[in-house]
């Protein structure tokens, strides 16, 4: 399967700045999606990342909030933007299709805002 | 509202045990089923999958068994490890499985040498 790498690893950011996370694939793959994640829970999706178009954003999240990029069939950025400490999370790249069928993550970007 | 529900929350086994970890869905396009392995400080890693078509599938120790008129599917772990200990996540997707992926709530497993 394709191999994700995702950074920054972790952050600690002051609130109402931005952070941006990068995922990059090896391989060109079909689909992109970010996912957040909160310590011992489970994952929610916050959009699709659509290459050469705009992202398709699950209920509860926004653009404005949280912009992405995909430039390409293997590169991909997440914005966390005006950042508040409810914003601290572990946040997830993942990519499906390209050569091995299958869903792939990234080892995640682990926010704090302060 | 939840659409792939997963239980139990936590579950603690001696090695050589057999973990069943059980999940139901309710949405009927759903046609990929997924597991996902998840150490602390690692994303999820896919573990093994299967298709409403077949009713088991076995990759190792790891076996899946599914029931399509009932809506669950469940995962097995024979001869389980220490390092087994993870949480584990099941999934689903729909279309073959290249659109998004809708998680359970994840259950905890401790293997206890």
């Known amino acids: 399967s394709a191999v994700i790498s995702q950074k920054p690893s972790r952050d600690i950011c002051q609130r109402g700045t931005s952070l941006t996370i990068q995922c990059q694939v090896d391989?060109?793959?079909?689909?992109m999606f970010w996912y957040r994640q909160q310590p011992g829970q489970s994952l929610t999706l916050i959009a699709t990342?659509?290459?050469?178009?705009?992202?398709?954003?699950e209920s509860g999240f926004v653009i404005d909030k949280f912009p992405i990029s995909r430039p390409n069939l293997t590169f991909s950025t997440l914005t966390v933007s005006n950042m508040s400490p409810e914003d601290s999370s572990i946040y997830l790249c993942?990519?499906?299709?390209?050569?091995?069928?299958?869903?792939?993550f990234g080892s995640g970007t682990r926010l704090t805002v302060v | 509202q939840q659409q792939v529900k997963q239980s139990p929350q936590s579950l603690i086994v001696q090695k050589g045990g057999i973990p069943i970890i059980n999940c139901a869905y309710e949405?009927?396009?759903?046609?990929?089923f997924p597991w996902y392995q998840q150490f602390p400080g690692k994303g999820p890693a896919l573990l093994i999958a299967?298709?409403?078509?077949?009713s088991e599938k076995k990759e190792g120790r790891f076996t899946i068994s599914f029931n399509k008129s009932a809506k669950q599917f469940s995962l097995h772990i024979m001869d389980s490890q220490p390092g087994d200990s993870a949480t584990y996540f099941c999934a689903a997707s729909s279309t073959g499985g290249y659109q998004k992926v809708t998680f359970g709530t994840g259950t905890k497993l401790q293997v206890i040498p």
């Open positions: 391989s060109q793959v079909t689909m």
């Open positions: 993942s990519a499906a299709g390209g050569a091995n069928y299958g869903y792939t």
């Open positions: 299967i298709r409403p078509d077949v």
């Open positions: 949405n009927t396009a759903f046609d990929y």
């Open positions: 990342a659509n290459q050469g178009s705009e992202a398709t954003y």
